[in-house]
């Protein structure tokens, strides 16, 4: 399957949300392909980065990893530090045998959260420590990213705490960040470990015309 596709139309060209040319003289711009980004990872077993690339149509830089176990190839948003030849794995289908035979047999917490909270990683909230700064944040168990996916920002793993009044399922609380916003969740859906990419571009300074300096977030 390709991993890009191009991407064709006029896009906004200067259009608002009901279809109004609203600023004049504005293009299609620069051909572009859109990179099919996987905010799933629900592939099992280890995935090599094979190297760091530059996606015009995100802040953040994504990463092209390779399935040991496949060979199979996709896109994921690479994290802060992420380098060629780093070996990152995805734990949402399961903790692997190998892994449990590795600690005795016996689930220990603390140790199994030193052996898979490396980053990159993709875990379960109820698997990533207390403190964790983490990206790529779920919603809804079952399904993909939806928070903390452009560049620089991240989210806290605050809190992780049972609530009696629905059948003693286990919750979990985590900050984002830039926003300080606090959002309370199940502890099944999916995060990534470390920062996103491009720290400085969260960050950038525009300067306007009457001198003024304000940031984008």
Same mark, same amino acid.
Request: positive net charge; glycine residues 10%; contains cysteine.
């Given at each position: ?26 293009? $299609? ?20 980065? +094979? =190297?760091?690339?530059? @996606?015009?149509?995100?802040? !953040?830089? #994504?990463?092209?990893?390779? *399935? ?23 734990? =949402? *289908? $399961? ?6 035979? *590795?600690?005795?047999?016996?689930? @220990?917490?603390?140790?199994?959260? !030193?052996?898979? !909270? ?36 991240? !989210? #806290?793993?605050?809190?992780?705490? +049972? ?24 502890? =099944? ?12 571009? *969260? ?6 015309? @009457? ?7």
């Amino acid at each position: 399957m390709a991993l890009t596709f191009p991407k064709t139309g006029m896009g906004k060209a200067g259009r608002n949300n009901t279809g109004r040319i609203t600023v004049r003289h504005r293009g $299609g711009g620069h051909k572009r392909r859109i990179r099919m980004i996987d905010f799933f990872r629900m592939a099992p077993g280890k995935h090599v980065v +094979e =190297r760091i690339e530059h @996606d015009p149509n995100r802040s !953040a830089h #994504i990463a092209l990893i390779m *399935s040991e176990l496949t060979q199979k190839k996709s896109y994921i948003v690479a994290a802060e530090g992420m380098r060629a030849g780093d070996v990152i794995q995805s734990y =949402r *289908s $399961g903790i692997p045998p190998e892994l449990i035979k *590795s600690m005795g047999g016996v689930m @220990d917490p603390g140790m199994l959260a !030193a052996k898979t !909270a490396h980053r990159g990683n993709c875990l379960p909230i109820r698997m990533v420590p207390l403190g964790t700064q983490v990206f790529n944040v779920g919603s809804t168990v079952g399904k993909g990213a939806v928070f903390c996916r452009s560049a620089g920002t991240y !989210a #806290i793993v605050i809190s992780k705490e +049972e609530n009696r009044k629905r059948s003693k399922r286990w919750w979990s609380s985590y900050r984002v960040v830039k926003c300080e916003e606090w959002i309370r969740m199940h502890v =099944r859906p999916l995060v990534s470990r470390a920062i996103l990419t491009s720290i400085s571009d *969260s960050w950038e300074r525009l300067v306007e015309s @009457d001198g003024l300096v304000s940031g984008r977030l």
